[in-house]
């Protein structure tokens, strides 16, 4: 049989290809190359992992300082849609609205008796010291 026209060129390039595909693949044993880091990784994302730092700079803020003239400790446990009437404390986090990310945490507390009806957003920053609380402000508020 005589091949004509482009047909034995397709052949040969397939041919060629399987070629190389199968040398390139190989039997050996070792498997795929290792992995290697290539350009910049990205920075962590926000989480809703209690940062226990931060925690224990807004314990701290709420017992010196407080918020409206209140003051008082965290609650035990400290998410308020877990709290009871016997839950020791006077403040808890609204973990759904709060945010923990790298280098800002922003927590929505609320007082442990009614935790919805009076909430604040309690803004902290890391600096070289730790989380510092930079606002403590209703929350909800545009001031």
Request: with cysteine; net charge negative.
């Amino acid at each position: 049989m005589m091949l004509t026209g482009r047909g034995p060129i397709v052949f040969v390039l397939a041919v060629c290809l399987l070629a190389l595909a199968f040398a390139a693949c190989g039997d050996d044993e070792t498997g795929p190359p290792d992995p290697t880091a290539s350009g910049p990784t990205a920075s962590p994302a926000p989480s809703q992992a209690a940062d226990t730092e931060a925690i224990a700079a807004t314990l701290e803020y709420l017992q010196t300082e407080g918020v409206d003239g209140n003051k008082g400790e965290l609650s035990d446990p400290l998410n308020c849609s877990a709290i009871t009437d016997e839950t020791p404390g006077e403040f808890c986090v609204h973990d759904d609205f709060s945010i923990y990310a790298p280098g800002l945490v922003i927590l929505v507390v609320g007082e442990t008796e009614n935790p919805d009806e009076q909430t604040w957003e309690i803004r902290l920053e890391r600096d070289d010291s730790g989380w510092q609380v930079t606002s403590a402000e209703p929350f909800g508020s545009s001031e």
